[in-house]
């Protein structure tokens, strides 16, 4: 009878839940410990394949010996008493429950995945398996908080912690304290050995201080994660040796939910799908979830999504996994959850433990790898990867089985970013380097969300596919060695962020983005703990870059900074900059001391990349911070030239103070000190090594469109003391140049190779009205087009004079001493405002 209405409650809350038995589900139930329940009349013995009819339902009441191998295609309940089941592999046809989510299971259960023969194939899955072909997976610990945070700064040495939520927690437990500095191998595991209120005492003292208080207004209070639950699923001790631990995998048809659970020992070295917790291909699965579990010791992966959506990823805690923690991994998975997660110490694969890259971006691996923007990802937290935080690492179309060209990730809107925190990695947030189509390395990847995705003929046409804008809302970082925050693509916009002690705060290598009501801290109250090889601050401060320089002593050569000006049209508008100043550093031994530069606004630097000379700074705030850092670049010595390594964006540096809290001149520019963009009217600021000047800037595209590679490339400008840009052509096209200028001033231009047949020069990043003078060597009859690739008919036609040429709106060119002249004026034009002209040496234009 108890069976009998155990049945029946199965199906209704399983009805309840949005879920069905199997056709053909249990009409019968038993206990695995009584023989009348088997139909060999024997209670299953050590090692066999044991299977479960589908007419059978099993309540296990007994922890029985190892088997082979166990095939549930009726329904295998366990008791409620401390139980465990050991087997090589487990596969659910049927239905599999270790409690329900309306009755948590709340004593002891243990699932042991044993099989080590990595040749075994058990229907697609290998073995060491929990799979789920088809059938219903319920797995429900007793529900606890999944993490917390530390309520007060813990120092080296200490056992004991106070934290701000310990509710639920126990003696006994084991738990990891995240790394609050740069190095995620700070992370420490503990045993809880005594309780009082929030405050718990450790097994062992802490081998590192974590820090855990609010500093300058940015939280860098380190996380808590608990790791004990009283629901196991483990690989066998032998896991540990060779990597081979067990995973659990859903195919198309199943349903698997799992809360309150802890995987250990889980996910098979070096393997691929072959992962702790996997929805592989299912499909549209909304109601199903992993939830308020632990996963730890993985050696591969933590949680994968796969063709999959609609999946609830919700306050797990994951620790020490190798390669991208949680995973959504063709680009293909829409629609999913991923809310208050914890990832701590996400590791790249070491060869010298045997492991391999299961992808190629796996060398830098991400806590959260997200492929499709269209997932919610809301108040989680990467604390600690060897690579990187949050990475969108989306792919031009999906990969894999999910291969289509009908989805573009990388023209989808962005679904939900916020309130996530990133701190103890190298990279916080990319948004960038996607996986190639074909070899998944790591690619370029512009982000440019449009209306149409699809419309790939427009994807760049703003009146007909207009953009969205993606917003990356309330993000906090801090404590990492490369960027808190980098963006490529259009229409970004970075909203709330709070980052700190970061190398370099943000880079947008974007268009038409911004960061907006920011705060951005250089040196926090978070010292941290330099090892011992590290240079630090007089101080004694950890630092993002601690290590020797060939070029300086040590980091001189690296000054930190919180906005990075690049590409553009970029800037930022009402953001507070916190604690920017130069750093006396020096090693255990008072060595090599010398200064660690900072700036709250600087450049990528020594790009070879155009930057935009629209770039903006608006609402600037400045608090114990040098407002501008521009490191020296010096000119391209004649070796550099001879070599073509003199490409060089960033000796063109300019951004415009619209409304003077930067510099104190409203509409002012801020240049790099190089003399080829100022003269006497530009105010000096050495501090910075820039200078304000209040001219309007440009940017001059020389190419050669008729193939010759020419090179280097002088530009000089026609006045005062006549300065000189020299640069070779970009690392990738040897036939492009690229020079910020002022505007309406004449330039001359030379190529130490002579100019190409056909020559196009473009003026952009400027306003309607706006023109350059240009000369270059030239006899004969030039054929001037007016972009011709637009409109072959616009052809310049000879000025009657200099001063009509000078007066003209840029159709006509002009002659005089074996120099051809030649106006570049802006004009607004379907949607299009920049002036191109094409010369030719013949009629190579016609």
Same mark, same amino acid.
């Given at each position: ?12 809350? &399983? ?8 056709? =053909? ?15 060999? #009349? ?9 299977? *479960?009819?589908?007419?059978? #339902? ?13 095939? /549930? ?123 009082? #209120? ?36 483990? =690989? ?6 060779? =990597? ?13 939910? /799992? ?35 632990? /996963? ?24 020490? &996994? ?118 998944? @390395?790591? @690619? ?26 993606? @917003? ?89 900074? =919180? ?78 030239? !001879? ?25 002012? &520019? ?31 595209? /020389?190419? !050669? ?78 054929? *001037? ?13 000879? &000025? ?16 005089? #001493? ?29």
């Amino acid at each position: 009878m108890r069976n009998l209405l155990w049945s029946v409650f199965l199906l209704l809350a &399983a009805g309840c839940a949005g879920q069905s038995e199997p056709p =053909g589900g249990p009409q019968r139930w038993g206990a695995w410990s009584d023989p009348r329940t088997w139909p060999s #009349g024997q209670v299953p013995r050590a090692n066999e394949v044991v299977n *479960i009819p589908p007419d059978l #339902g099993v309540v296990l009441d007994v922890s029985p010996p190892p088997l082979r191998g166990l095939n /549930i295609y009726g329904a295998l309940r366990f008791d409620r008493k401390d139980l465990e089941l050991s087997a090589d592999w487990i596969m659910v046809h049927g239905r599999l429950e270790v409690g329900t989510p309306q009755e948590p299971f709340r004593q002891r259960a243990v699932i042991t995945l044993t099989g080590n023969n990595p040749e075994e194939d058990q229907m697609g899955m290998g073995t060491k398996v929990l799979g789920v072909m088809g059938g219903v997976l319920e797995l429900h610990g007793e529900p606890r908080p999944g993490w917390t945070k530390l309520a007060q700064s813990a120092p080296r040495g200490a056992r004991e912690i106070a934290v701000l939520n310990a509710s639920g927690w126990r003696v006994g437990d084991r738990i990891v304290l995240a790394s609050t500095d740069y190095d995620p191998r700070q992370a420490e595991v503990r045993t809880i050995v005594a309780i009082s #209120g929030n405050t718990l005492t450790l097994d062992r003292p802490l081998e590192f201080p974590h820090f855990g208080e609010v500093t300058f207004g940015v939280d860098q209070r380190g996380e808590v994660g608990l790791l004990s639950r009283n629901v196991v699923v483990q =690989g066998d001790e032998a896991s540990a040796i060779n =990597g081979f631990g067990g995973h659990i995998m859903a195919m198309m048809g199943s349903s698997m939910r /799992i809360s309150g659970v802890e995987l250990r020992r889980m996910g098979q070295r070096n393997r691929l799908a072959r992962y702790p917790v996997h929805w592989h291909l299912v499909g549209e699965a909304r109601g199903q979830y992993i939830k308020h579990t632990s /996963i730890h010791e993985s050696f591969n992966r933590c949680i994968t999504i796969h063709g999959t959506s609609g999946v609830e990823v919700v306050g797990n805690v994951a620790y020490n &996994a190798v390669g991208h923690c949680y995973f959504l991994e063709d680009g293909a998975e829409t629609q999913n959850l991923l809310e208050g997660n914890l990832g701590l110490l996400t590791r790249r694969p070491e060869a010298s433990r045997g492991e391999q890259p299961v992808i190629p971006t796996d060398r830098t691996p991400a806590t959260f790898w997200i492929t499709h923007p269209a997932n919610t990802v809301r108040n989680n937290v990467a604390a600690g990867s060897d690579g990187i935080g949050f990475w969108y690492a989306l792919p031009e179309n999906p990969t894999g089985p999910s291969a289509t060209t009908t989805i573009w990730p990388r023209r989808t809107p962005l679904g939900e970013f916020s309130g996530n925190v990133s701190h103890s990695s190298w990279d916080g947030l990319m948004v960038d380097r996607g996986p190639n189509r074909d070899t998944l @390395e790591a @690619e370029s990847a512009v982000y440019n969300p449009r209306t149409r995705p699809a419309d790939t003929q427009n994807q760049y046409n703003d009146a007909l596919n207009p953009p969205v804008v993606a @917003e990356f809302k309330n993000f906090t970082a801090y404590k990492h060695r490369g960027n808190a925050i980098w963006l490529r693509g259009l229409n970004h916009k970075v909203t709330g962020a709070r980052l700190a002690d970061n190398a370099i705060g943000v880079t947008f290598a974007s268009r038409a983005t911004t960061l907006e009501d920011s705060l951005i801290v250089g040196d926090s109250a978070n010292k941290g703990f330099p090892r011992d090889w590290e240079f630090r601050g007089a101080d004694g401060r950890s630092l993002p870059r601690p290590w020797a320089s060939s070029a300086g002593p040590i980091q001189d050569n690296f000054p930190i900074r =919180g906005f990075e000006f690049y590409d553009g049209k970029v800037g930022f508008r009402n953001v507070e900059f916190v604690n920017f100043q130069p750093l006396e550093i020096h090693n255990a031994q008072g060595a090599h001391r010398t200064i660690r530069e900072a700036g709250a606004l600087s450049y990528l630097r020594f790009t070879s990349f155009d930057i935009d000379s629209r770039n903006f700074a608006e609402r600037a705030r400045f608090t114990n911070a040098k407002a501008v850092y521009l490191p020296p670049r010096p000119e391209p010595t004649p070796e550099e030239l !001879s070599r073509g390594q003199s490409a060089d964006g960033y000796r063109g540096s300019v951004f415009v103070d619209l409304d003077g809290s930067v510099s104190g001149r409203q509409g002012h &520019a801020v240049v790099l000190n190089n003399p080829f963009l100022w003269d006497t009217g530009c105010e000096a600021r050495a501090e910075w090594n820039a200078r304000i000047c209040g001219y309007g800037y440009a940017r001059l595209h /020389i190419r !050669s469109e008729s193939g010759e590679n020419i090179g280097p490339v002088s530009l000089t400008r026609e006045d005062g003391g006549r300065p000189v840009f020299r640069m070779w052509g970009a690392p990738n096209d040897p036939r492009f140049f690229g020079a910020t200028v002022i505007k309406g001033r004449t330039y001359t231009l030379e190529a130490s190779g002579g100019l190409p047949r056909r020559l196009r020069l473009r003026l952009e990043d400027s306003e309607p009205g706006d023109f350059v003078y240009v000369t270059v060597p030239y006899s004969g009859e030039p054929y *001037i087009y007016r972009d011709y690739w637009i409109d072959n008919r616009n052809r310049l036609a000879r &000025a009657a004079s200099r001063a009509e040429f000078e007066a003209s709106s840029g159709d006509r060119y002009w002659t005089e #001493g074996g120099r051809l002249y030649l106006k570049l004026r802006v004009k607004s034009e379907a949607g299009r405002e920049w002036a191109v002209l094409d010369v030719c040496s013949s009629d190579l234009c016609r």
